[in-house]
């Protein structure tokens, strides 16, 4: 079993900065895959970032060059820095390993940009 527990979210000022992180423990292959994935009310919910435990990372255009998603294998922790943050970027925070053919979500953080 696997468990997955997020921290960082918060409120900040439009062009703030956060960063997520996201603490896996249990029983983590050496091969996994970790991503952070939002929901905002209304809508579906949405890949933000993912990065491969040899680090290649991939994001959602709209985060492009604003946020950097990054991960410390010996501690199973996945990060997300957020900078310039628009409101659009408000939402619950989901973080996701991805081993052996299985999935695992984290309880998600609140992360509100007010305008």
């Known amino acids: 079993q696997v468990q997955l527990v997020e921290s960082g979210g918060g409120l900040v000022q439009t062009g703030g900065s956060l960063r997520l992180s996201c603490a896996a423990s249990?029983?983590?292959?050496?091969?996994?895959?970790m991503a952070w994935h939002r929901q905002a009310p209304g809508k579906q919910r949405e890949l933000v970032a993912g990065?491969?435990?040899?680090?290649?990372?991939n994001y959602v255009g709209s985060v492009k060059g604003r946020f950097t998603i990054s991960r410390d294998n010996a501690k199973n922790t996945v990060y997300l820095q957020m900078n310039n943050l628009k409101p659009e970027d408000t939402a619950v925070y989901f973080c996701?390993?991805?081993?052996?053919?299985?999935?695992?979500w984290g309880q998600g953080t609140q992360v509100t940009v007010s305008s």
């Open positions: 996701r390993l991805t081993q052996a053919g299985y999935g695992y």
């Open positions: 249990g029983t983590i292959f050496s091969a996994n895959n």
């Open positions: 990065i491969t435990s040899g680090g290649r990372a």
